[in-house]
C-alpha cells in the first residue's frame, strides 16, 4: 500500500483563517457539497487531479511524460512510463507489418487522406517500469 498526499482547495471570503477553515469543513461535509475535485501526490511527488464527477484524471505535474515501448521479436510486448500515476487504461498497437497474419488478423485503418490501409492491430494495458526506465533515459539526455 502507498500513501499520498491528497488535496482539495476553495476559495472562501471569511472573516479570520479559522473562519475560513470551518466554512471549508461545513462545505465539505455538507451532502451537497461539490468537493469532488482534488489534487492526488504520490511519495515521487507525481501529481494528478482527479474529478470523481467526471471520472477523468489529469496530470498536474513539471515533470516530462516518458514513455518506452519494449519490442522483442517484432511485436510490443510492453508500454511503460516513468510516471506510474498517469498510464492510460489501454493502448492500441497499430502494426502495418501484417506479413504472417492470418485475414481474419488483419483491421481496415483509415488514414487522415480517407484511404484505407490493413493492419495488425491488438491492445495492451500499460505497466510500470520492470526496467530501470530512468537509468536508461538518463544515457539519452
Do not use: R
Not at 515521487?44 to 522483442?72: F, H, M, R, W, Y
Not at 495488425?120 to 530501470?132: A, T
Amino acid at each position: 500500500m502507498s500513501e499520498y498526499k491528497v488535496t482539495w482547495a476553495i476559495d472562501i471570503e471569511a472573516n479570520s483563517a479559522e473562519d475560513a477553515v470551518n466554512q471549508a469543513c461545513d462545505y465539505i461535509k455538507d451532502g451537497s457539497s461539490q468537493a469532488h475535485v482534488f489534487e492526488v501526490e504520490d511519495h515521487q511527488g507525481n501529481k494528478v487531479l482527479i474529478d470523481l464527477d467526471d471520472d477523468t484524471t489529469n496530470l498536474v505535474t513539471s515533470k516530462p511524460i516518458q514513455v518506452a515501448v519494449v519490442i522483442e521479436g517484432g511485436l510490443v510486448q510492453s508500454i511503460i512510463s516513468n510516471l506510474s500515476n498517469v498510464l492510460p487504461d489501454q493502448v492500441f498497437v497499430i502494426d502495418y507489418d501484417d506479413d504472417g497474419w492470418e485475414p481474419d488478423d488483419i483491421s481496415p485503418v483509415i488514414q487522415s487522406d480517407g484511404s484505407m490501409s490493413g493492419a495488425h492491430v491488438y491492445s495492451l494495458n500499460p505497466e510500470c517500469p520492470s526496467i530501470d526506465l530512468a537509468a536508461l533515459i538518463e544515457q539519452f539526455d
